[in-house]
């Protein structure tokens, strides 16, 4: 998914993000979050190779320059 804010300036911009929800027994996880200017493209993957998540996800963050 992609987060627009003009508050990010480019790549060394520094964002705390959480992420709540899913479904009990996967496992939610930020993989990665890739920063340019204006926008971070951030991407999530469930680890858990036995339970599908099918609960709604919630993405926050704070953008820290």
């Known amino acids: 998914m992609t987060i627009t804010n003009s508050a990010i300036t480019g790549s060394s ?3 705390l993000y959480g992420l709540t929800g899913g479904t009990v027994g996967s496992a939610i996880t930020i993989l990665n979050a890739i920063n340019t200017a204006g ?3 951030v991407t999530v993957q469930n680890a858990s ?8 996800l919630v993405l926050t963050f704070i953008v820290l320059n």
């Open 13 to 15: 911009t520094q964002i």
């Open 39 to 41: 926008q971070s493209a």
């Open 49 to 56: 190779a036995v339970t599908n998540s099918t609960g709604s």
